[in-house]
């Protein structure tokens, strides 16, 4: 059964850095583009980042675009979410999440880890 | 960017009754449309892809329909573990993918 396991969260001061970490299990992850998707406490989801299966391709949301970089090695399973410069805003619960669709961008988020929650605060 | 909009924000219903929550595209957006649902603490879960599809294992009381800008998910007979928060979200062309706010649906 496909397993998006996330790490790497806590507190952090603004202006700091943070990676997170999603291990991946139980499907072809070198097949597959993956998200980052996020959650401020108490409010809806935003997506932040997308990656091609490959690695070819990333796209950022704006909020983010400058300070945090998506990455991945497949050899490990394994996406990243680097995030520089961090603001009082980035506080979430950040997801990672499967796209459904096989070696391209369907924007649709089949399976999602359990969360690693980011707080930024002095 | 597109932006979605849901309505209502919060629904009170009871086990049994037919509920219907509306997603609307500031722009046409064709069937790009995906419905998730979310428990406290949980991570959201896929219901309806492609604005009618259902996703492998979710029960057939849920369902979509729409295209163009406005999309419904539609609960035929809500069950107790029905009661969440639900999402709509656009999968239109180039990033960003944008949800809407979010609707509430609680037990009356």
């Known amino acids: 059964q496909v397993q998006l396991v996330e790490s790497g969260g806590g507190v952090v001061q603004p202006g700091g850095s943070l990676r997170l970490s999603c291990a991946a299990s139980g499907f072809t992850f070198s097949s597959y583009g993956m998200h980052w998707v996020r959650q401020a406490p108490g409010k809806g989801l935003e997506w932040v980042a997308f990656i091609r299966y490959d690695g070819s391709n990333k796209y950022y949301a704006d909020s983010v675009k400058g300070r945090f970089t998506i990455s991945r090695d497949n050899s490990k399973n394994t996406l990243y979410l680097q995030m520089n410069s961090l603001r009082a805003e980035d506080t979430a619960v950040y997801y990672c999440a499967k796209d459904e669709a096989v070696t391209t961008l369907a924007a649709t988020f089949d399976y999602w880890g359990q969360g690693t929650l980011v707080t930024v605060s002095s | 960017d597109i932006q979605m909009t849901q309505s209502p924000s919060s629904l009170s219903a009871s086990v049994g009754d037919r509920v219907t929550i509306t997603c609307r595209a500031s722009q046409s957006i064709s069937s790009y449309l995906n419905w998730y649902q979310q428990k406290p603490g949980k991570a959201p879960k896929l219901l309806i892809y492609a604005a009618s599809s259902l996703q492998s294992g979710v029960p057939s009381r849920f369902s979509g329909s729409g295209s163009g800008t406005d999309f419904t998910l539609t609960i035929s007979s809500l069950q107790p573990e029905d009661f969440a928060t639900y999402y709509c979200?656009?999968?239109?062309?180039?990033?960003?993918?944008?949800f809407g706010q979010g609707t509430r649906l609680e037990i009356k």
């Open positions: 979200q656009q999968s239109y062309s180039t990033p960003p993918f944008t």
